[in-house]
Nanobody, 124 residues
Framework: QVQLAESGGGLVQPGGSLRLSCAAS????????MAWFRQAPGTAREFVAG????????LYADSVKGRFTISRDNAANTVYLQMNSLKPEDTATYYC?????????????????WGQGTQVTVSS
């Protein structure tokens, strides 16, 4: 099975940028459809972006479309989330997740493997 570890979170001002990384180990990243979710205190975990294995097709939540970009480097076994034009409402713990099927879904029950999360705080 695959193990996932996120990094790159931190404190950033509104309008700023961050790049999150999710390093996979144990299995090749190319075998998985990957996604980023986030969870703010007192709210449900929500889909942010996904990248389908094989085709590389990407899907984004409406709230981040045009600001966030998901990408992967299979050689480095790492998936990234580039976050630009950050807003206070983007503040959350961000999780990467992996699914062994070639179908890109937005429901968290689809994903079998999760990282421990990295905190992103957008505040002036």
């Amino acid at each position: 099975q695959v193990q996932l570890a996120e990094s790159g979170g931190g404190l950033v001002q509104p309008g700023g940028s961050l790049r999150l990384s999710c390093a996979a180990s144990g299995r090749p990243l190319s075998a998985y459809t990957m996604a980023w979710f986030r969870q703010a205190p007192g709210t449900a975990r929500e889909f942010v972006a996904g990248n389908r294995r094989g085709s590389g097709m990407a899907l984004y939540a409406d709230s981040v479309k045009g600001r966030f970009t998901i990408s992967r480097d299979n050689a480095a076994n790492t998936v990234y989330l580039q976050m630009n034009s950050l807003k206070p409402e983007d503040t959350a713990t961000y999780y990467c997740a992996a699914d062994a099927t070639p179908v890109l879904r937005t429901t968290l029950e689809t994903y079998d493997y999760w990282g421990q999360g990295t905190q992103v705080t957008v505040s002036s």
